[in-house]
């Protein structure tokens, strides 16, 4: 199976999913008994070896987004999160996308920034002899890696910037570097780390900090899709998609809660293979506050036809190999599911994935409200924790909606009713 567009996945039983899954992804039987294992297929020895201080697990919901068609290619997509709706919504959303061909998304090369903090030297001399020995330098940072320069990756230049602090001026010198199919955040660690005393004896001074920054503007990832007019909902709809883009985009109060439901798509699946969520995060807010004021992530237009064009700009620093993608036995599974073989592929799929979350968020936010398919898989969480089995959830959830009134206390009443 080679097509993700799967009719009534969320009808399936467990097995039915897993099944689908498997064929589509070639798991084997090994990969099925690690998502079939009931404590996330992580053991507290795994944990205790990963984390300081390990007293448990600590397991999320994980389920797969379908009908995505990203750069011509179909993708089952592995999301890892506790909130209801949000696969859901990116399957539908990837849905209406692929009517019109599914996703383009285009991503940087992978080059992560090393920064070394200079102090007590003369500016404008030490920049004169940094660049003079930027050569040494880097051939330096390069021989901390046995891999990158043999595939012709690995420590590209450095550069020097000034920043003004209250202390008055400061140097930092910053380290490009190509990671490769890497996040890339310990080779650059270490490159920083180990050119520091090279950058004192060239300069006179003293380096403090040595670390990458997690502002991966050298990791950009544009992702643009089209929505037909008539899926859609009609020239109305795509003009309050549009005139709720503009809210967003020009209030920040607006744009934090418009860019945490494009996160939800992009983190969710950040959290199944492995990435680190925190610097994807970091990275993105703060690119949404480029101009200097924080704005919305995503734009929303129309192209001549009326059909809805949602396209999406955000740093992704994101890798397939090393981290805790090669550790944890499910992100193992979960990278295997999703089929990227570069770290490029993997951060589109994630951009896609975002751009897909927020066109379902913000139609449903200018048509029928947030809350009418939320709530129904809200409901489902408050008949589970008031006690409910699988088979009195659905009765207890349909009783809620009809009376309107969806709360805990409600749940347990029409629980004691049954």
């Known amino acids: 199976m080679t097509d993700s567009s799967i009719s009534k996945f969320f009808e399936k039983s467990r097995k039915e999913r897993l099944d689908i899954v498997a064929v589509f992804s070639n798991l084997s039987k090994d990969d099925l008994d690690t998502l079939e294992n009931n404590n996330g297929g992580i053991s507290f020895d795994n944990a205790d070896k990963m984390v300081e201080n390990a007293i448990g697990t600590f ?38 996308a692929r009517i019109k061909g599914g996703f383009k998304v285009t991503a940087d090369e992978s080059y992560s920034i090393g920064q070394i903090q200079i102090l ?22 390069n021989s901390k890696s046995n891999s990158l320069p043999k595939m012709n990756k690995g420590a590209k230049e450095i550069t020097c910037k000034v920043i003004d602090v209250p202390s008055g001026k400061m140097l930092i010198a910053e380290l490009l570097i190509d990671v490769g199919d890497a996040m890339g955040a310990n080779i650059t660690n270490t490159m920083c780390e180990a ?47 549009i ?75 994101v890798g397939i190999v090393g981290g805790i993608a090669n550790v944890h036995p499910v992100a193992k599974v979960c990278t295997k599911i999703l089929g990227a073989e ?15 979350q927020n066109y379902s968020a913000i139609r449903a936010l200018s048509t029928e409200g947030i809350q009418k398919g939320h709530m129904r898989l809200h409901a489902r ?27 805990l206390e409600k749940a347990k009443e029409l629980l004691d009713q049954i």
């Open 381 to 407: 969480n408050l008949a589970s924790a008031a006690g409910a089995t699988s088979e009195q959830i659905d009765e207890i959830v349909q009783k809620m909606i009809e009376q309107k009134s969806i709360s």
């Open 59 to 96: 397991s999320l919901p994980l389920g797969v987004a379908t009908n995505f068609k990203i750069n011509d290619k179909d993708y089952v997509i592995p999301m890892v999160i506790e909130e209801p709706s949000v696969i859901a919504a990116a399957s539908k959303g990837a849905k209406v």
């Open 342 to 356: 570069s770290a490029q592929e993997l951060a589109c799929v994630m951009a896609a994935t975002g751009l897909a």
């Open 195 to 241: 050119v520091s005393p090279l950058i004192e004896e060239i300069t006179g001074g003293k380096t403090l900090l040595r670390i990458l920054s997690n502002y991966s503007t050298r990791r950009m990832v544009k992702a643009h899709a089209v929505f037909e007019k008539e899926a859609v909902g009609g020239d109305q709809v795509v003009d309050n998609i």
């Open 120 to 141: 007590d030297v003369d500016i404008d001399s030490a920049i004169q002899k940094i660049n003079l020995s930027s050569n040494k330098i880097i051939t330096l940072a």
């Open 243 to 317: 005139l709720a883009f503009e809210f967003a985009d020009n209030d920040v109060y607006r744009a934090v809660t418009h860019n945490k439901g494009i996160m939800n798509g992009t983190i969710a699946v950040a959290n199944a293979v492995g990435q680190d969520s925190r610097a994807i995060e970091a990275a993105a807010n703060a690119y949404a506050a480029k101009s200097g004021q924080y704005r919305s992530l995503s734009k929303w237009s129309k192209d001549s036809d009326g059909n809805l064009i949602g396209e999406l700009e955000i740093p992704l620093s």
